[in-house]
């Protein structure tokens, strides 16, 4: 059965850090590019950090550059993404997901939307105090 298992919100100050993990199962990561993304009361869901075994850098929203880092662990089979200086316009859940394509790490938008996705994990909530 294939699943992710999205863990490590909470609640922190601003100015702190979390790191959120991603564990995949029931498949391998080198096969589907992994994004975070993330969803504020009565907004959108966005994408916030892409990454992938195709050739590139990871994706990272204009929000999150600078601060976030996303990284895979092929052996753990997990995904991460540290979050450094939070604000509180950071307070959402937060959701892993996986495509099948390895292309998917932002270019000409693909890989932005929620739809390309095959697999969402549950969300993990964070909340940042001012």
């Known amino acids: 059965e294939v699943q992710l298992q999205a863990s490590g919100g909470g609640l922190v100050q601003a100015g702190g850090s979390l790191r959120l993990s991603c564990a995949a199962s029931?498949?391998?990561?080198?096969?589907?590019?992994i994004a975070w993304f993330r969803q504020a009361p009565g907004k959108e869901r966005e994408a916030v950090a892409i990454?992938?075994?195709?050739?590139?850098?990871?994706y990272y929203a204009d929000s999150a550059k600078g601060r976030f880092t996303i990284s895979s662990d092929n052996a753990e089979n997990t995904v991460y993404l540290q979050m450094n200086n939070l604000a509180p316009e950071d307070t959402a859940a937060y959701y892993c997901a996986a495509t099948p394509n390895l292309k998917a790490l932002g270019s000409l938008g693909i890989g932005l939307g929620i739809s390309e996705y095959t697999y969402w994990g549950q969300g993990t909530l964070v909340t940042v105090s001012s």
């Open positions: 029931g498949f391998t990561l080198d096969d589907y590019a």
């Open positions: 990454i992938s075994n195709y050739e590139g850098s990871p």
